[in-house]
């Protein structure tokens, strides 16, 4: 049931809204009759006169120099063969993505309905005028050899086939990493291929031209090893056929310092790990399922490093890691082709990367205090924002020297600039959030369980790893849902506040309630009577510890859902009251947005602690904030009383915590007009820095700013998120979609995790105090 199911999660995600995941958007101003006039006729000759008196300006007039082709035949995708042109599609719009999502470069996919060699490279070759790059795809070998051999020839642009030289550059890196820790040299070491594919000839290529010696190398193919007896190897394996004819892989691994897999799963054993050489070095890189497990690998040898191909494991081999970024350095430069310096730059840049400090954002990501430089961290991970800007350049840098850059880059310093405002931090936001949850899930109540976009949303949260959900509802109705709807919660506990069954716990929820609202106007009855009502039950679940968090809200209104929850897990401790904030997914990156769900009126104090509260969370996303407070009065412009309310908040914000970045009160357009805040107010904490977290005055301009952005501005709305609550418990919009549950069930399990740690670290340090009191 749940592989049918990830299938048919899998064929929604492609088919729903506009099919595809690719689209393409204008660029310029496209709305007057004028506007149409300067894009196409008759203003558009004016371009293609200067491009025709000199071809160099295409670079200038059109997309041409940020724009890849990904083309594919189709003839080796994924695990899964020749499955045809059409077939290859999805995929090749995803690699689309991650073009632009990691490194901003646009991409058309073209898929050829063309598998004789001859013909593809004449069809890819009449293609050139269109792309900047061209980045080969899915093509089988050993034609693939043959075609980005002749394309990078007589193409003066970069030309690359990923699946050779994607894994051979990210392997590259890992390897040069793990020689250093292992105190080897690789011109010395003893290296085992099992597997000859274009991958792994293109690993061994790679790791000749870093200075391994070809007679070091035994390689097998599916026909067995690599010998010189043999009359059917290509002309590309025949360096590398050293081994004896006959020669097994379990004999060929004993004494050998290096195992690189590129073949299928299961066929190393704890035996043969065993018998390779003192502090031996395993990259298992097939996919799903490594030549050898992790756990069997790292228990057969403590000296071992160990790489593999999948995310769930320390030095993941990850294509993401190179493609994007090469090209991008390519394509910065106008480089005529991609060469072996620029591979070489692009494995050294990986390497010396991982060697320097990890930023706190990707210790985030991965749930650890501190990543560092050793035997489970050789290459840096997916999720580092540095590595755009430093694979870029160094690939850049290599095509200048080589002389295949036509567009010298001078000031290395702006290029650098350049490359990090090209992405903002949007997708990576959600992306870090997403792997720190999944490092750690945590139990997840869903209030309103009876809803079939609540039971998709548990479902996904449970095959992405986020949580573990907790399902309130009556249980016959769920199910009925879920079964209509195709969807799978046969392991999902299911608690029916309202039924007999739970009529115990409604008691003990109830008393401990009780003692909780006693004098605050809920009687004994009343007490163990609303607790069969699932917000108040879910609170309680949260509050007692049986469950981590709570996600409600999608069809009650916000102060119903909102009012058990201050009443069951009350506000922090040093907090009166409790504030909603929007994360916003913008194209300037992540704006956060405060107070937009609770306080009508806050008065100047209450504006200060809805500052701190949304300030303080910002932070837990590992941002530091840079607080605007917004008003339509800029620093004294106006002499109104609600103007001087947001200058009196802002001046107790800045006693309270003179280190945090704020300022106002200002119009919401200054704050992102950089210049004309530096022309008009020099003063200001807030000139030459990028604003990300906004106050409003009150609930109406929070609310409507929020609104707006979401339905005009481009933005994708997460939240709202609740500040200030003792325990997580986050309120959803009315006909929130699947998406953007998921999106607060994630936000939910850090704030669990952090609650956690954070309540961790006060009962050692109480634990401290206790002991220092007794000895004193």
Request: hydrophobic share 40%; with cysteine; charged share 25%.
């Given at each position: 049931m749940a592989k049918d199911l990830r299938k048919q999660q899998a064929l929604e995600y492609h088919a729903k809204g506009r099919p595809g995941k690719i689209e393409v958007v204008p660029t310029k101003e496209a709305k007057t009759q004028r506007d149409l006039s300067l894009a196409y006729s008759p203003g558009v000759a004016e371009p293609c006169k200067e491009i025709a008196a000199h071809k160099e300006n295409v670079y200038k007039y059109t997309?041409?120099?940020?724009?890849?082709?990904?083309?594919?035949?189709?003839?080796?995708?994924?695990?899964?063969?020749?499955?045809?042109?059409?077939?290859?599609?999805?995929?090749?719009e995803g690699k689309g993505v991650l073009f632009k999502i990691f490194a901003d470069i646009d991409v058309f996919d073209i898929e050829i309905n063309e598998t004789d060699p001859e013909k593809f490279i004449q069809i890819v070759k009449a293609l050139e005028p269109t792309f900047g790059g061209i980045n080969l795809e899915d093509i089988k070998a050993p034609e693939c050899f043959v075609i980005e051999k002749a394309?990078?020839?007589?193409?003066?642009?970069?030309?690359?086939?990923?699946?050779?030289?994607?894994?051979?550059?990210?392997?590259?890196?890992a390897l040069l990493n793990a020689l250093q820790i292992q105190?080897?040299?690789?011109?010395?070491?003893?290296?085992v291929i099992n597997g000859?594919?274009?991958?792994?000839?293109?690993?061994?290529?790679?790791?000749?031209?870093?200075?391994?010696?070809?007679?070091?190398?035994?390689?097998?193919?599916?026909?067995?090893?690599?010998?010189?007896?043999?009359?059917?190897?290509?002309?590309?394996?025949?360096?590398?056929?050293?081994?004896?004819?006959?020669?097994?892989?379990?004999?060929?691994?004993?004494?050998?310092?290096?195992?690189?897999?590129?073949?299928?799963?299961?066929?190393?054993?704890?035996?043969?790990?065993?018998?390779?050489?003192?502090?031996?070095?395993?990259?298992?890189?097939?996919?799903?399922?490594p030549e050898i497990s992790w756990e069997e690998a790292k228990n057969a040898r403590k000296d071992l490093i160990m790489a593999t191909g999948r995310s769930d494991y320390p030095n993941q081999v990850n294509n993401v890691l190179g493609f994007p970024y090469i090209f991008r350095g390519a394509l910065d430069v106008r480089a005529t082709g991609i060469n072996e310096a620029m591979k070489l730059a692009a494995v050294k840049a990986l390497a010396e990367l991982a060697q320097s400090p990890v930023p706190d954002i990707v210790n985030l990501a991965y749930n650890t205090k501190t990543i560092t430089f050793g035997p489970e961290y050789i290459i840096p991970k997916p999720l580092d924002p540095r590595l755009l800007a430093t694979v870029a350049p160094a690939v850049a840098k290599a095509a200048i020297e080589t002389g295949l850059a036509q567009y010298p880059i001078?000031?290395?310093?702006?290029?650098t600039t350049e490359l990090n405002k090209r992405l903002g931090l949007d997708n990576q936001v959600v992306r870090v959030l997403n792997s720190k949850a999944r490092r750690d899930p945590r139990r997840i109540v869903f209030a309103e369980a009876d809803n079939v976009k609540i039971l998709k949303a548990a479902q996904q949260v449970i095959d992405e790893g986020i949580g573990y959900p907790i399902l309130l509802g009556d249980e016959n109705k769920i199910r009925n849902i879920a079964l209509a709807n195709g969807i799978d919660i046969e392991d999902l506990p299911i608690f029916d506040p309202r039924s007999d069954a739970m009529e115990e716990r409604r008691n003990v929820f109830g008393e401990l309630f009780f003692k909780k609202r006693g004098r605050k106007g809920f009687n004994a009855y009343e007490s163990r009577k609303v607790m069969k009502d699932r917000n108040y039950f879910g609170c309680m679940m949260v509050e007692t510890g049986e469950a981590d968090c709570m996600i409600?809200?999608?069809?009650?209104?916000?102060?119903?859902?909102?009012?058990?929850?201050?009443?069951c897990i009350g506000v922090e401790d040093g907090t009166k009251r409790i504030a909603g904030m929007y994360l916003m997914l913008t194209k300037k990156g992540p704006i956060f947005l405060a107070d937009t769900t609770v306080n009508f009126h806050p008065t100047a104090e209450e504006l200060a602690e809805i500052t701190r509260l949304a300030a303080q969370e910002v932070r837990h996303f590992n941002i530091t904030p840079r607080i605007a407070m917004l008003s339509y009065s800029n620093f004294g412009s106006s002499n109104s009383e609600e103007a001087h309310l947001v200058a009196r908040a802002r001046e107790i914000v800045k006693k309270q915590d003179p280190s945090l970045i704020v300022d106002g009160e200002m119009q919401a357009s200054l704050a992102f007009n950089n210049e004309l805040l530096k022309d008009n107010y020099p003063f200001s904490e807030l000139v030459d820095k990028a604003v990300n977290t906004l106050i409003f005055p009150n609930l109406a301009a929070g609310n409507v700013a929020y609104n707006l952005l979401k339905e005009l501005g481009g933005s994708e709305a997460i939240g709202p998120i609740l500040l200030g609550l003792k325990k997580p418990v986050h309120i959803l919009q009315l006909g929130s979609s699947v998406r953007n549950i998921v999106n607060m069930a994630t936000i939910a399990v850090v704030d669990a995790q952090i609650k956690n740690e954070q309540a961790n670290e006060e009962a050692i340090r109480r634990s401290k105090w206790w002991k220092r009191l007794k000895k004193a």
């Amino acid at each position: 049931m749940a592989k049918d199911l990830r299938k048919q999660q899998a064929l929604e995600y492609h088919a729903k809204g506009r099919p595809g995941k690719i689209e393409v958007v204008p660029t310029k101003e496209a709305k007057t009759q004028r506007d149409l006039s300067l894009a196409y006729s008759p203003g558009v000759a004016e371009p293609c006169k200067e491009i025709a008196a000199h071809k160099e300006n295409v670079y200038k007039y059109t997309a041409k120099g940020n724009l890849v082709g990904v083309i594919s035949n189709g003839t080796a995708v994924l695990g899964l063969g020749d499955i045809g042109p059409e077939a290859s599609k999805p995929v090749m719009e995803g690699k689309g993505v991650l073009f632009k999502i990691f490194a901003d470069i646009d991409v058309f996919d073209i898929e050829i309905n063309e598998t004789d060699p001859e013909k593809f490279i004449q069809i890819v070759k009449a293609l050139e005028p269109t792309f900047g790059g061209i980045n080969l795809e899915d093509i089988k070998a050993p034609e693939c050899f043959v075609i980005e051999k002749a394309l990078r020839e007589q193409l003066s642009i970069p030309v690359m086939h990923d699946d050779q030289h994607g894994t051979a550059i990210i392997s590259a890196a890992a390897l040069l990493n793990a020689l250093q820790i292992q105190k080897k040299k690789i011109d010395k070491v003893c290296f085992v291929i099992n597997g000859a594919g274009a991958a792994a000839m293109a690993c061994i290529q790679l790791y000749v031209s870093l200075g391994a010696r070809p007679e070091n190398f035994q390689v097998f193919d599916i026909k067995g090893a690599l010998s010189r007896d043999r009359d059917d190897l290509e002309d590309f394996k025949k360096p590398f056929a050293n081994a004896k004819p006959g020669t097994t892989l379990d004999q060929a691994l004993k004494n050998a310092d290096v195992f690189v897999g590129l073949s299928v799963g299961n066929v190393v054993t704890a035996n043969m790990v065993k018998s390779m050489a003192k502090n031996p070095i395993v990259f298992a890189m097939a996919n799903p399922d490594p030549e050898i497990s992790w756990e069997e690998a790292k228990n057969a040898r403590k000296d071992l490093i160990m790489a593999t191909g999948r995310s769930d494991y320390p030095n993941q081999v990850n294509n993401v890691l190179g493609f994007p970024y090469i090209f991008r350095g390519a394509l910065d430069v106008r480089a005529t082709g991609i060469n072996e310096a620029m591979k070489l730059a692009a494995v050294k840049a990986l390497a010396e990367l991982a060697q320097s400090p990890v930023p706190d954002i990707v210790n985030l990501a991965y749930n650890t205090k501190t990543i560092t430089f050793g035997p489970e961290y050789i290459i840096p991970k997916p999720l580092d924002p540095r590595l755009l800007a430093t694979v870029a350049p160094a690939v850049a840098k290599a095509a200048i020297e080589t002389g295949l850059a036509q567009y010298p880059i001078t000031d290395w310093e702006g290029y650098t600039t350049e490359l990090n405002k090209r992405l903002g931090l949007d997708n990576q936001v959600v992306r870090v959030l997403n792997s720190k949850a999944r490092r750690d899930p945590r139990r997840i109540v869903f209030a309103e369980a009876d809803n079939v976009k609540i039971l998709k949303a548990a479902q996904q949260v449970i095959d992405e790893g986020i949580g573990y959900p907790i399902l309130l509802g009556d249980e016959n109705k769920i199910r009925n849902i879920a079964l209509a709807n195709g969807i799978d919660i046969e392991d999902l506990p299911i608690f029916d506040p309202r039924s007999d069954a739970m009529e115990e716990r409604r008691n003990v929820f109830g008393e401990l309630f009780f003692k909780k609202r006693g004098r605050k106007g809920f009687n004994a009855y009343e007490s163990r009577k609303v607790m069969k009502d699932r917000n108040y039950f879910g609170c309680m679940m949260v509050e007692t510890g049986e469950a981590d968090c709570m996600i409600s809200g999608l069809s009650k209104n916000y102060p119903d859902t909102i009012r058990p929850a201050i009443q069951c897990i009350g506000v922090e401790d040093g907090t009166k009251r409790i504030a909603g904030m929007y994360l916003m997914l913008t194209k300037k990156g992540p704006i956060f947005l405060a107070d937009t769900t609770v306080n009508f009126h806050p008065t100047a104090e209450e504006l200060a602690e809805i500052t701190r509260l949304a300030a303080q969370e910002v932070r837990h996303f590992n941002i530091t904030p840079r607080i605007a407070m917004l008003s339509y009065s800029n620093f004294g412009s106006s002499n109104s009383e609600e103007a001087h309310l947001v200058a009196r908040a802002r001046e107790i914000v800045k006693k309270q915590d003179p280190s945090l970045i704020v300022d106002g009160e200002m119009q919401a357009s200054l704050a992102f007009n950089n210049e004309l805040l530096k022309d008009n107010y020099p003063f200001s904490e807030l000139v030459d820095k990028a604003v990300n977290t906004l106050i409003f005055p009150n609930l109406a301009a929070g609310n409507v700013a929020y609104n707006l952005l979401k339905e005009l501005g481009g933005s994708e709305a997460i939240g709202p998120i609740l500040l200030g609550l003792k325990k997580p418990v986050h309120i959803l919009q009315l006909g929130s979609s699947v998406r953007n549950i998921v999106n607060m069930a994630t936000i939910a399990v850090v704030d669990a995790q952090i609650k956690n740690e954070q309540a961790n670290e006060e009962a050692i340090r109480r634990s401290k105090w206790w002991k220092r009191l007794k000895k004193a």
